[in-house]
């Protein structure tokens, strides 16, 4: 009985989100709109940039690395860009910030929080400062720039029946564990859990999770592995920031690039145990493939890519 009844619920759930998809959808207006970007100078951050302005929205970047941020400058001298230097793992920064953008632009009616690092390398290979900076990062970012930023998101008005919309940059690599990624994979772990509890509870904000494979930045750029074509789909960073503002305009809650990746990594965890999803990573050398890429000196003194951290951190820098 309790299993009809669950099917029971399940479908009276789901029929009126079947019957939505029957109904032509219309992309939400952009031009105006107030939006902050966590990591903006970075490579993903630029290509949203790009993407917003297109749109008319008038954008605000967050970033730690004034160098990117000056290279924007000159790349786009006139854009309707403010620039902010901001570490988004300090709250202190985050809160003063925020009041610096609310008065001088008003409000805010998008955040999308796309600032990371990633640290290459195992729990036991890391240092206590690395670990905390990347999660700190990664994670505890969100919980700040949400935190500071939702009561100005709730007075706007962009969005009709919803009010401000907020991106969560994660990955794939949030949905399933890989060896030797221990606090990149729980981070992003952590954006998932974050915007599905804030998704279940604050129903007049419109949230959006954001799961892409590797993308073709200076992280994975060059990397090789005999399996690439078919398990590695390199993501064009236009393609991503692409669908990453079409998730706002069309009030996406959960945008997957490729599209199909996020399913097969929940089916698969789904149907078969963790020995079996290990011994495919073996099989596949899915960790070679990372750390080799690593090692070949990939992540070392790597520039500044959409990242917010503190001067003494050592892990690499990445948009996602």
């Not at 032509?24 to 709109?33: A, D, S, V, Y």
């Not at 290279?71 to 009041?99: C, L």
């Not at 935190?147 to 919803?162: D, E, I, M, V, Y």
Request: a neutral charge; proline letters at 4%; one cysteine or more.
């Amino acid at each position: 009985m309790d299993l009809v009844y669950i099917l029971l619920l399940a479908i009276i759930f789901a029929a009126p989100r079947i019957l939505l998809l029957l109904i032509p959808k219309f992309p939400k207006p952009l031009k105006n709109l107030v939006c902050v970007v966590t990591g903006g100078a970075g490579e993903i951050g630029q290509a949203m940039t790009g993407i917003l302005l297109q749109k008319g929205a008038r954008v605000v970047i967050w970033d730690n690395n004034e160098s990117n941020m000056e290279n924007m400058k000159m790349k786009i001298p006139s854009a309707p860009i403010h620039y902010f230097k901001v570490d988004v793992s300090s709250w202190d920064q985050v809160e003063s910030v925020t009041a610096e953008v609310v008065k001088l632009l008003g409000g805010v009616d998008i955040l999308i929080n796309n600032a990371a690092i990633a640290n290459p390398f195992d729990i036991e290979e890391s240092t206590v400062e690395e670990l905390q900076v990347t999660m700190n990062v990664n994670l505890i970012a969100h919980f700040w720039t949400i935190k500071a930023l939702l009561p100005h998101l709730r007075k706007s008005k962009a969005f009709n029946g919803l009010k401000g919309s907020v991106i969560g940059m994660s990955s794939v690599l949030g949905g399933v564990g890989t060896g030797g990624l221990q606090t990149y994979c729980s981070s992003k772990a952590g954006i998932i859990g974050l915007m599905e509890s804030l998704y279940m509870q604050h129903t007049d904000i419109h949230w959006c999770i954001v799961t892409p494979f590797l993308v073709n930045t200076h992280l994975f750029r060059g990397m090789k592995h005999k399996y690439m074509e078919y398990m590695y789909p390199i993501l064009d960073k236009n393609e991503v920031a692409r669908n990453v503002i079409e998730g706002i305009e069309f009030q996406r809650s959960h945008v997957s690039i490729p599209w199909f990746w996020n399913y097969i990594f929940i089916l698969v965890k789904n149907i078969f145990p963790l020995p079996v999803i290990r011994f495919a990573e073996e099989i596949f050398d899915v960790r070679l493939a990372f750390l080799s890429h690593y090692l070949r000196g990939n992540t070392c003194n790597m520039p500044a890519e959409a990242v917010n951290t503190s001067s003494n951190n050592s892990g690499t820098k990445m948009d996602t």
